[in-house]
């Protein structure tokens, strides 16, 4: 299993707080992305990274920063918490010399804003 | 741009039922496609994939051809398992150096005893 974890698990905050989401890898993997899933929705990407300090937002990055200070760390910042932003998050990882197109997921950050 | 359609689910069946979740794809080049299964409560994974025309994935007794003529990549098991319950999405990246994958919606399986 690929090595990667999401931290915290789960998290339960009021609107108009700032929320950090942390994603882990212990692969070396070049590309990390962060997701989020909601019924009737799929996955969206939010933002992701294809380099220490290089990233990119994805197609629901409205309301979310990003950074990656270390090849192995890559964080998810909601400045202000919104109850839109109530979902489930999923960190994943692909690739040490290119994408593959094959990631590896962790195991999710249910994330309730109340 | 690129563009993944799943089925809709839910797809109810019993056990030892043959299983089929239609696939069908755009992509600019000549993409890789991919099927993932989450599981209750967890992250996704990676079931089986193929990354060139006619190539058949296969793992866990599931299959799919990857069929450039039709644009397709429809998963298929000859008898699920309650175990099989679960959620599976198809994707695909369409290279030509696009660090993003494209997923479809998911279809969520549910099998009875």
């Known amino acids: 299993d690929a090595g990667i974890t999401q931290s915290p698990r789960h998290k339960v905050t009021e609107t108009g707080t700032p929320v950090t989401l942390r994603c882990h890898q212990t692969?070396?993997?070049?590309?990390m992305y962060w997701y989020r899933q909601d019924p009737g929705h799929g996955l969206r990407l939010i933002h992701y990274?294809?380099?220490?300090?290089?990233?990119d937002k994805g197609e629901v990055s409205d309301g979310y920063s990003v950074s990656r200070s270390k090849t192995e760390d890559f964080l998810l910042t909601l400045e202000s918490a919104t109850s839109s932003q109530t979902s489930v998050y999923f960190c994943?990882?692909?690739?040490?010399?290119?994408?593959?197109?094959?990631?590896?997921f962790g195991e999710g950050s249910r994330l309730t804003v109340l | 741009g690129d563009s993944v359609t799943q089925m809709e689910g839910p797809v109810t069946l019993s056990e030892e039922a043959f299983l089929t979740i239609n696939c069908t794809y755009t992509?600019?080049?000549?993409?890789?496609l991919f099927w993932y299964v989450q599981y209750p409560g967890e992250g996704l994974q990676l079931l089986l994939k193929?990354?060139?025309?006619?190539d058949k994935g296969s793992n866990k007794g599931f299959e799919a051809t990857y069929r450039k003529e039709t644009t397709s990549f429809h998963l298929e098991k000859g008898s699920v398992q309650v175990s099989d319950s679960a959620v599976y999405f198809c994707?695909?990246?369409?290279?030509?150096?696009?660090?993003?994958?494209?997923f479809g919606r998911g279809t969520s399986l549910i099998v009875h005893p």
């Open positions: 994943a990882i692909s690739g040490t010399s290119g994408p593959t197109g094959e990631l590896f």
């Open positions: 692969e070396n993997h070049r590309y």
């Open positions: 990274s294809y380099g220490v300090k290089d990233t």
């Open positions: 992509a600019t080049g000549y993409p890789s």
């Open positions: 193929a990354t060139k025309a006619d």
């Open positions: 994707a695909l990246t369409s290279g030509g150096g696009s660090y993003i994958p494209t």
